[in-house]
């Protein structure tokens, strides 16, 4: 029996309520069996992971699966569904990016009953369930809802994060139907991510709407929008994402940021960017050709992000040769 249940999870991604397994007609002492033989991981009362998924995953892969499972074990109650998932949990379940989780499940209830918190899950203030919709069987809020919701819990950084992930998400859509950017997709969106503004309490208001003024779909990663707002809380935006070099009518290539009044680039540089000694060498041809336009160039990395003093020590130098190169010139 327990291969079966070892099937009906993986038919499900890895994960399910304990519920579920009995409705599909195994025991609750088969269950246990597995639980206690570690085949079986218990992430809440009702929720199950299988173990063999949880080996070699990464820790936010860990914690979607656990969204997911506690997501079926409450987002699926029988009767009328009473919860969904929300914020980040949500965010995981659109595949969509999320940065500063705090280790917990979120929900909303769409009972109007009042939420509560434990060790395990974080059940917020309740939505009205116009917000809710299913994705792959589990109730959650709508993406641009759940992206605000980040920015109320957890700051503007982590809001930014997530609110252009979700406008970056449908400007892709855009491109793929329309071959081109912020068209009706990205329109729709950006309607959402506004009204679902309307919709947040409390003392994160202010943060979501500070992340609602800022954010912009053209950045194409956390890392990047990370960067985006560092620049900015340093004092040197605005800035362009995404912003194309040129000479004359030759695109040279397409930096990651640009700051606004100075011609100084920002490339962020997450893991695996580079894939071979090829790209490498090509990647440093394009800087060098865009050093020759005029440009200087700033790499942030990873643990730069938690290093504002040295990012901004980087961009300021590079200010400085910018402008002592202009003052030679004229």
């Known amino acids: 029996m ?13 994960v399910a309520s304990a519920r579920e397994v009995l409705v599909a007609g195994f025991s609750r002492r088969t269950v246990e069996r597995m639980v206690r033989r570690g085949e079986l991981v218990r992430v809440r009362r009702d929720a199950l992971v299988l173990a063999s998924v949880l080996t070699g995953a990464t820790p936010w892969e860990k914690r979607a699966l656990a969204a997911r499972a506690v997501g079926r ?51 917020h203030r309740p939505v009205d369930a116009r917000w809710v919709g299913v994705v792959d ?43 081109r950017w912020d068209a ?27 992340v609602l003024e800022h954010a912009d779909g053209r950045s194409e990663s956390a890392g990047e929008s990370r960067s985006r707002w560092l620049v900015h809380s ?56 865009m050093r020759t336009l005029g440009y200087e160039l700033v790499r942030i990395r990873w643990n730069d992000l938690a290093r504002p003093q040295v990012v901004r020590r980087r961009l300021l130098e590079a200010v400085a040769r910018a402008e002592s190169r202009a003052t030679a010139a004229g």
């Open 184 to 210: 009706a997709a990205a329109a729709r969106m950006r309607h959402e991510v506004a009204r679902a503004l309307g919709t947040v309490r409390g003392a994160g208001a202010s943060a979501a709407a500070l």
């Open 234 to 289: 340093l004092g040197l935006g605005p800035c362009t994402p995404q912003f194309e070099v040129r000479d004359g009518p030759l695109l040279v290539g397409i930096a990651d940021l640009k700051l606004d009044r100075w011609p100084v680039l920002v490339e962020f540089d997450g893991a695996g960017k580079y894939t071979s000694h090829e790209s490498l060498l090509a990647e440093k041809d394009r800087e060098d050709r």
């Open 137 to 179: 069987g589990l109730r959650v809020v709508s993406p641009g809802l759940a992206a605000l919701q980040v920015a109320a819990t957890h700051g503007v950084e982590a809001g930014l994060v997530a609110v252009d992930g979700v406008l970056h998400q449908a400007g892709t859509a855009d491109l793929a139907d329309h071959t």
């Open 2 to 14: 327990s291969e079966g249940i070892t099937r009906l999870l993986e038919a499900q991604g890895g």
């Open 73 to 123: 074990s409450l987002a699926q109650s029988p009767g009328a569904a009473t919860h969904a998932l929300s914020h980040e949990s949500a965010l995981m379940v659109h595949g969509l990016p999320w940065f500063g989780e705090d280790g917990l499940v979120h929900l909303v209830r769409t009972d109007g009953r009042r939420g509560r918190r434990d060790d395990t899950v974080w059940v």
